[in-house]
């Protein structure tokens, strides 16, 4: 089956860190461009940042919001993705989603997304 | 950063209705558009890619239209399994932006 699982949100202090997963099963990661997209309680989405492709060497775009603070990687041989957060804040509270892209005639668009796992910042 | 307005923010409609959800660029975005649908509590489910193009598997009764700076979803007759969020997001430059959502429900 395709899909995408993430895993490792919980309660965290601001200021701390933690590192999510997504594990990606039915298709191979590397061919596709994975992101990372989070909903903070009853509020829209919000795109947090992007791994392209193998054939794009993995280069990493992210939100003004996050930069320095978030990494997003990537582990071939467990076809995982990756999004360690650092320094957190109370406002990062949110259901965060992993998002496939797949590529079609010059556009990279989501077609497959996780369940999310839900990230909650408070002392 | 390209800017996305939805509008409505939210709208009343029967099963069996038209529904039209309208969503507008900052700037011209090509045809770079995507648009989701999110149910209470559930992750997005993609919908439409390309302005026009349909998912893999989305029924027909969803359609999309536009280019440049307007862009318009519309569903075809609403069923009780169409009441849910939606939202548009642009691809054409970083930082991708969605946006606010339209809350369908039922009236």
């Known amino acids: 089956e395709v899909q995408l699982v993430e895993s490792g949100g919980g309660l965290v202090q601001p200021g701390g860190s933690l590192r999510l997963s997504c594990a990606a099963s039915?298709?191979?990661?590397?061919?596709?461009?994975m992101d990372w997209v989070r909903q903070a309680p009853g509020k829209g989405l919000e795109w947090v940042g992007r791994?392209?492709?193998?054939?794009?060497?993995?280069?990493?775009e992210y939100a003004a919001s996050v930069k320095g603070r978030f990494i997003i990687s990537r582990d071939d041989s467990k076809n995982s993705l990756y999004l360690e957060m650092n320094r957190l804040k109370t406002e990062e509270t949110a259901v965060y989603y992993c998002?496939?892209?797949?590529?079609?005639?010059?556009?990279?668009?989501?077609?497959?997304w996780g369940r999310g796992t839900l990230v909650i910042v408070s002392s | 950063d390209i800017q996305m307005t939805q509008s409505p923010s939210s709208l009343s409609a029967s099963v069996g209705d038209r529904v039209t959800i309208t969503c507008r660029a900052s700037?011209?975005?090509?045809?770079?558009l995507a648009w989701f649908q999110q149910k209470p509590g559930k992750a997005p489910k993609s919908l439409i890619y390309?302005?026009?193009s349909l998912q893999s598997g989305v029924p027909s009764k969803f359609s999309g239209s536009g280019s440049g700076t307007d862009f318009t979803l519309t569903i075809s007759s609403l069923q009780p399994e169409d009441f849910a969020t939606y939202y548009c997001?642009?691809?054409?430059?970083?930082?991708?932006?969605f946006g606010g959502g339209t809350k369908v429900e039922i009236k």
């Open positions: 791994t392209r492709n193998k054939a794009n060497s993995y280069t990493t």
């Open positions: 700037q011209a975005i090509n045809n770079y």
């Open positions: 039915g298709f191979t990661c590397s061919d596709h461009y």
């Open positions: 998002a496939r892209a797949s590529y079609s005639n010059g556009h990279w668009y989501f077609d497959l």
């Open positions: 390309a302005a026009s």
């Open positions: 997001q642009q691809y054409k430059s970083y930082p991708l932006t």
